[in-house]
């Protein structure tokens, strides 16, 4: 069974903040993916990586940055936090050989 | 560019009841398909999945999907609803580049009643 974990589950910032969302799988997957979901827009790509090292940029990607550190671990940074970045964000993974992607738990991300 | 569309963001229905959820993708291609469900308070599962071969898939929890080309549509069905099943679906869409991530359609919030 696919495993992708996320942290923090919840956050509050202020504006103008820093911020950093956590994403691990163990699947041994290649590719990571950040999405945030809003009502009305449904899931939009942020940033997606092929492995270490390696950034993608995605639909969404404005304000945000992101790093893949492993295999394993990719990272969303919002360095100004701006209230227009209140949403939920969803970390996924996926291989080389498969469309489908797993998703972790979410992160609710508040900007106040 | 390739698009999802769910055209019902809201569907009531009653526990024992047939459920139907419609959706409709837009993509010159073949598509790879995907019903993602995702209970409250969770992140998304896969229900089931479309690449090729017999139009009608079978997913989890007794879902069925069926791919239709000439309609280019991808409907979900249960033919009884548990009230486990309130949810939100989401119709999917892959294409074969992993540049594009994968398309969502808006979603549709089933509420099941007892």
């Known amino acids: 069974e696919a495993a992708v974990t996320q942290s923090p589950r919840n956050k509050v910032t202020v504006t103008g903040g820093n911020v950093t969302l956590s994403c691990r799988q163990t699947?041994?997957?290649?590719?990571m993916y950040w999405y945030r979901q809003d009502t009305g827009h449904g899931l939009r790509l942020i940033h997606y990586s092929y492995g270490a090292g390696n950034l993608q940029i995605g639909d969404v990607p404005d304000g945000y940055k992101a790093t893949r550190t492993t295999q394993e671990d990719f990272f969303l940074l919002l360095e100004l936090a701006s209230p227009s970045q209140t949403s939920l964000y969803f970390c996924a993974s996926s291989d080389a050989t498969n469309y489908e992607q797993y998703f972790g738990p979410g992160t609710r991300l508040t900007v106040l | 560019a390739q698009s999802v569309t769910q055209p019902d963001a809201r569907v009531t229905v009653s526990e024992g009841a047939s459920l139907q959820l419609r959706c409709k993708y837009s993509y010159s291609g073949t598509p790879y398909l995907f019903w993602y469900v995702q209970y409250p308070r969770q992140g998304l599962q896969l229900l089931l999945k479309?690449?090729?071969?017999?139009?009608v898939v079978q997913g989890v929890n007794g879902f069925e999907a069926e791919f239709s080309k000439s309609n280019s549509s991808f409907h979900l069905r249960k033919a009884s609803v548990h009230w486990s099943d309130s949810a939100v679906y989401f119709c999917v869409l892959s294409v074969f580049n992993y540049a594009q991530g994968l398309t969502f359609g808006l979603g549709t919030r089933v509420s099941v009643f007892p």
């Open positions: 699947n041994s997957h290649n590719y």
């Open positions: 479309y690449y090729s071969g017999d139009p």
